[in-house]
């Protein structure tokens, strides 16, 4: 079945860009589209955006301006990226993908999460 | 952006209640609403989607409903498994949006 795992630092800095990756197995990346979640330590849970093999995307306006997302068909790869991160990104990140609507589109919720990965921002 | 507020934030059950959450949207979403529930240190896991719907794998004694701004979830002879967090999310719009969640402790 298809699985989802997250990986990067589990450290970054702050002012610097945080870059995560999440692996597609047992499926294809270039099906469905694909979101990234997180969740602060005991908070929960905000939406960062979405990303489509094709690279369509939409961000979350609180973090349009800090965040990229792009897809790798060749490693069956999605990331994310952002920038600028300060205690306040402190977060499990979540890669999740959307439930496809039979239509070539998202029901725009998410049947199928990664198991998560922290990621503090300290110096 | 639409507001998703659930309540209460907690409540304290025993095994056999009833337990039933509310989530209010800030504006019509007609039935574009999942719930999901967290265990401590797991991943949210789908309940409901479509306001009504259940997702495969899925104990009947969860139940949804509602449409427009208020929905509900009900939990039907609460089972000790079912102590969680639940969470309610709005897929009508950009961008999605979760509630603060509810969640549900032991009595």
């Known amino acids: 079945q298809v699985q989802l795992q997250e990986s990067g630092p589990g450290l970054v800095k702050p002012s610097q860009t945080l870059s995560l990756t999440c692996t597609v197995s047992?499926?294809?990346?270039?099906?469905?589209?694909w979101s990234w979640i997180r969740q602060p330590p005991g908070k929960g849970l905000e939406w960062i955006g979405y990303?489509?093999?094709?690279?369509?995307?939409n961000y979350n306006p609180s973090l349009r301006s800090r965040v990229t997302m792009s897809v790798d068909t060749t490693k069956n790869q999605f990331s994310l990226r952002l920038s600028s991160v300060t205690a306040a990104d402190t977060a499990v990140y979540y890669c999740?993908?959307?439930?496809?609507?039979?239509?070539?589109?998202?029901?725009?919720?998410?049947?199928?999460w990664g198991r998560g990965t922290l990621v503090t921002v300290s110096s | 952006d639409i507001q998703m507020t659930q309540s209460p934030s907690s409540v304290s059950a025993s095994v056999g209640d009833r337990v039933t959450i509310t989530c209010r949207a800030s504006?019509?979403?007609?039935?574009?609403l999942a719930w999901y529930q967290q265990k401590p240190g797991k991943v949210p896991k789908l309940l409901i989607y479509?306001?009504?719907n259940l997702q495969s794998g899925v104990p009947s004694r969860f139940s949804g409903s509602g449409s427009g701004t208020d929905f509900t979830l009900t939990i039907n002879t609460l089972q000790p498994e079912d102590f969680a967090t639940y969470y309610c999310?709005?897929?009508?719009?950009?961008?999605?949006?979760f509630g603060g969640g509810t969640k549900v402790e032991i009595k």
């Open positions: 999740a993908r959307c439930r496809d609507n039979g239509s070539g589109g998202c029901y725009w919720y998410f049947d199928l």
């Open positions: 504006q019509g979403i007609f039935s574009w």
């Open positions: 990303i489509y093999y094709s690279g369509n995307s």
């Open positions: 479509a306001a009504s």
């Open positions: 047992g499926g294809s990346v270039s099906s469905y589209y």
């Open positions: 999310q709005q897929t009508n719009s950009f961008p999605l949006t």
